[in-house]
């Protein structure tokens, strides 16, 4: 069956320290891929998406994630996280079908 | 604001109530969604809309019903609930039809938090 696994349900960090999401999906044809972003009491918002071409993609509020084929992943990096990041982080993937099938997600917790 | 316009924002029900969950987009978009979130789990997609047309029922039991009158507005129609219907329901909408062509960058409301008792 096709998914889309983040293994981490909770990442507790301090805040200035780096952090990574991790995001599996279980695809062997292209894929493209995604990171949203929710934070308390709101909707989902896009960070982040590969569709093609560079395997590096970055946001605008510092977050990078790399496609990587060989290893079917897709995590999410930030090399110096703020308070203001504290949220859930869900990967999501349009994968054989024309289906967006999303991750549980991560809740990213920083801590001063 | 987001573009997309959920409400209520919360709502409380009885099992044998009847009400409505409204989205409302701004955007121009031609597609909308309607998807549960429950803790712990990956968002379920519930139903798809293309041009005011139904293309995706993912088994949602009847007690749900959608209803898309233009490509603006969504409403999902609840009646005798479960508790375990509990959830936020989020609406979303999107420029292509819901397929992969990778257009179909989604766009969500805030979501409705729904309690059954």
């Known amino acids: 069956a096709q998914s889309v696994t983040q293994l981490d349900s909770q990442v507790p960090v301090f805040e200035e320290a780096p952090v990574e999401l991790r995001c599996n999906y279980s695809?062997?044809?292209?894929?493209?891929l995604f990171w949203y972003v929710q934070y308390p009491n709101q909707g989902l918002q896009l960070l982040l998406k590969?569709?093609?071409?560079?395997?590096l993609v970055e946001s605008i509020n510092g977050f990078e994630a790399e496609f990587n084929k060989s290893q079917t992943s897709f995590h999410l990096r930030k090399p110096s996280v703020h308070i203001s990041d504290t949220a859930e982080y869900f990967c999501a993937a349009y994968l054989i079908t024309d289906k967006l099938i999303f991750g549980t997600g991560t809740r990213l917790q920083v801590f001063p | 604001e987001t573009g997309v316009t959920q409400t209520p924002r919360h709502l409380v029900m009885g099992m044998t109530n009847k009400k409505s969950l409204k989205c409302e987009q701004h955007?121009?978009?031609?597609?909308m969604y309607w998807y549960k979130q429950s803790a712990k789990k990956p968002l379920e997609l519930m139903f798809v809309y293309n041009f005011k047309e139904q293309t995706e029922n993912n088994s949602v039991p009847s007690r749900f019903s959608p209803e898309c009158p233009n490509s603006s507005h969504l409403f999902l129609h609840l009646h005798t609930l479960q508790p375990e219907d509990s959830a936020l329901y989020l609406c979303?909408?999107?420029?292509?039809?819901?397929?992969?062509?990778?257009?179909?960058?989604?766009?969500f409301g805030a979501g409705s938090r729904l309690t059954v008792l």
């Open positions: 979303a909408s999107s420029q292509g039809g819901g397929g992969s062509s990778g257009a179909n960058v989604l766009t």
């Open positions: 590969y569709l093609s071409g560079s395997t």
């Open positions: 695809s062997s044809v292209s894929v493209y």
């Open positions: 955007l121009g978009h031609n597609a």
